[in-house]
Structure formats: C-alpha cells, structure tokens
C-alpha cells in the first residue's frame, strides 16, 4: 500500500515558563493511504500534538513528516496553509459552526475556497443530512451538529480527515451515529481517517489502533477483524 505519511524521529517541546514540557519524544509512524487509524492514550500522551503536526497546524522541534513526497518539516508557511486548505478535513470535539447560517451554508463556507470541492448538499446528504440542509444550528441536536462540521470538512474532498476526539461531547448513541459518518466517509470516498478517542472501544471499528504514553507510541497493531459502529461496545 502507498505511504501518506512517513513520521521519523519527531519531537514536540514547549517551554511553560521555567518547566520544558516534552510533548513528542522520538515518534515513529508510517500511515498508508485510504487506511483508518485510531489514536488512544491518556490526556497529555502527545495525541493532539501529533495530528496538529500531521495536519500542518503545528511545527515539530526536530524529526520530519512527509506527506506523500513533501515534507512538511521544511515546507514555508505559505505552503503549510495551501496544504491545509486542499489536503486536510479538521473535525473537532467543538462543532463551530456559524450560528447565523444554515447547514448548507456553514459546509458551502469551504466549497469556495477548494480545488475540487463536492457541491455542499451532497456532502451534508452523505453523513445523513439531506433533510436538514436550511435547518441553524440551533436548530440541530449536537450529533447533528458534529455531523455538519464532518460535511464541511469532507466537502473539499481532502485526502485527509483528522478527527480529535469527535465524540467526546456526545452521548453513546449520538456518538454511534457520527462514527458511522466518518467510517462512510473513508469507505466510500477512500479518506485516509485518524481519529482520537479515549474511547478504546472506537478502535475495533479501524484498520489499525496506535497507542501513545508519555509522548510515545507505545504499541501499534492491525485490526484484523473490523466490527460495524453499531456493535461497537461503548
């Protein structure tokens, strides 16, 4: 299978005050294209740290990431914004979406800055919305919500979609339902998905689980037998 992203030797320190805090020490990591990979760990084990950096919001200290033959380490800030607009869907715990406009209009927002985007009512018809395309968000339960913000992130047809901690917020059914939209998401369209969760459950629903303590991958293995969201043991 063809490598999306190749992490060598990555490292993340902050400087709070007087105290360095080691966010990223020494991640190795191969991603293949088209593959789902849930990311588990304690709070502070380093996971946000390593999608923002994989998704060009972040700059490691030291190590490279290449996505696919560029590497992001080096690449200008002009570059790294070009790379978020067109190759990278953010979903986050936080809907943010603009009260003011509907759903269609929150996903439409980023069709008008893509290459290639999707016209925003397929995007909100694939995670299961077609009908609530005029609703506000207001309007929508929070799962609803979630699943707008997924449409917006995937209406731009990005060959990645970064997902931290999607369900977080939301009660087991409700998260159910927009797993099952992300999991649509990478089936049919082929996005290669990372996803955060504390929730170690989510990983039987991915083709790999990637486990980081204290900054590090601790353990990483296959799947080899996925189970569909519903059966997921929440």
């Known amino acids: 299978m063809t490598s999306i992203f190749r992490v060598k030797e990555l490292t993340k320190t902050y400087q709070m005050g007087e105290v ?4 990223l020490r020494g ?3 191969e991603l293949q294209k088209g593959n789902f990979t849930v990311l588990l760990g304690p709070s502070g084990s380093g996971k946000s740290t390593l999608l923002n950096i994989l998704g060009g919001l972040d700059t490691p200290s030291s190590g490279t990431v290449h996505f696919r033959d560029t590497d992001l380490t080096t690449a200008s ?3 790294l ?3 978020r ?4 869907g953010f979903v986050f715990q936080f809907y943010n979406l603009i009260p003011s406009l509907t759903a269609l209009e929150n996903v439409a927002l980023v069709t008008e800055i893509a290459r290639q985007p999707m016209p925003p009512a397929d995007a909100l018809a694939l995670v299961g919305l077609g009908d609530r395309q005029d ?3 207001a309007q929508l339960s929070g799962g609803q919500q979630q699943r707008v913000a997924i449409a917006r992130a995937i209406a731009k047809q990005p060959d990645v979609l970064l997902c931290d901690e999607p369900t977080g917020a939301l009660d087991a059914s409700t998260g159910i339902t927009v797993l099952q939209a992300i999991d649509r ?9 990372i996803v955060i969760t504390h929730n170690a459950a989510i990983g039987e629903m991915a083709d790999s689980v990637v486990t980081m303590r204290d900054g590090r991958i601790a353990t990483r293995r296959s799947v080899e037998t996925k189970l569909p969201v519903d059966q997921l043991q929440w």
């Open 81 to 83: 914004t070009r790379f």
């Open 135 to 137: 609703h506000f968000p």
């Open 77 to 79: 800030e002009r570059a």
């Open 27 to 29: 991640v190795n990591l």
């Open 185 to 193: 998401i990478n089936r049919e369209l082929g996005t290669t998905t």
């Open 85 to 88: 607009r067109e190759a990278v």
């Open 20 to 23: 360095k805090v080691h966010a």
